[in-house]
């Protein structure tokens, strides 16, 4: 039997990075070799340890996942590990900058752990090949679907309430339709003001532009008013943008991305 892949995981949102490490390590041909909490940590194991892949957050404190990528790019004649980036946000910019940095592959959160498996043998076994350029994603993974279940449901409303959103406010029934319609189809991330916004809109018969303005006012609320200790132990770092608030993609995204590692966890 071959050696597993030696996986190394940098991401800041411990609960994330814990429960990742406790997937990869159930799986026969991969071990986690270390969980790095920061960009400068994720430098230090890297020429420790020695990993095949990183699975590598973009957003951390001190230096984030883009500069873990250019300090490598910079060094000569080193062994470098593959990567796969790990994001809430999937803006083309920062995905065009991870390839060019030499990133294998880039993921969105929320994301159907299933894929990041089958991505992280298919780049290692592949590993001398510029396969994430070249590959086009099965439609199958495009959709990464999770069961819409009435748990789920509760699941949303719990996160929504515990952050401090009161049930009165118009952005808290818009929020959680918008992370329900996440969960059931991840591409709605990908597009929230051609698609995902219009979605809610059309369900409670209103527009976009004002399903946009209310969840904002109801992510505005929950770090004026809300639980802080909670948002900050489910968004860590991810919340540094826009004077400690996250956008509304980040803050749905992130939300879907615990609530299906959580239904996962589950097998």
């Known amino acids: 039997m071959n050696d597993p892949i030696k996986i190394l995981i940098a991401d800041d949102n411990g609960d994330f990075a814990g429960l990742l490490n406790e997937i990869l390590n159930k799986e026969e041909d991969m071990t986690v070799v270390g969980i790095a909490k920061d960009g400068l940590q994720t430098l230090e194991l890297i020429n420790i340890l020695s990993p095949d892949i990183v699975v590598l957050d973009i957003i951390m404190p001190n230096l984030d996942g883009i500069g873990v990528l250019e300090r490598l790019a910079s060094v000569k004649n080193s062994t470098k590990p593959l990567f796969i980036m790990l994001s809430a946000i999937g803006q083309d910019a920062f995905v065009q900058k991870a ?72 952005g808290y029934q818009y929020l959680r339709e918008a992370i329900i319609l996440t969960l059931n189809n ?50 860590g770092s991810s919340a540094s943008f826009n004077k400690g608030r996250p956008s509304n993609s980040e803050f749905i995204a992130i939300v879907a991305e615990r609530i299906k590692m959580s239904h996962r966890r589950r097998y």
Request: aromatic fraction near 10%; avoid cysteine.
């Open 186 to 235: 991840n591409n709605n991330i990908r597009s929230v003001t051609k698609a995902l916004y219009p979605e809610v809109a059309e369900k409670f018969s209103t527009s976009p532009q004002k399903v946009e303005r209310a969840i904002r006012n109801a992510i505005e609320s929950a770090w004026l008013k809300g639980n802080t200790s909670y948002l900050d132990s489910i968004f």
């Open 99 to 170: 390839i060019t940095l030499g990133a294998e592959y880039y993921l969105v959160k929320p994301f159907d752990i299933n894929i990041l498996l089958k991505r992280i043998r298919q780049i290692h076994n592949e590993k001398n090949m510029s396969w994430f350029s070249n590959m086009i994603p099965d439609m199958e993974d495009a959709r990464q679907d999770i069961i819409h279940d009435k748990s789920t449901e509760v699941q949303v409303t719990n996160f929504i309430r515990d952050a401090g959103i009161p049930a009165h406010m118009s």
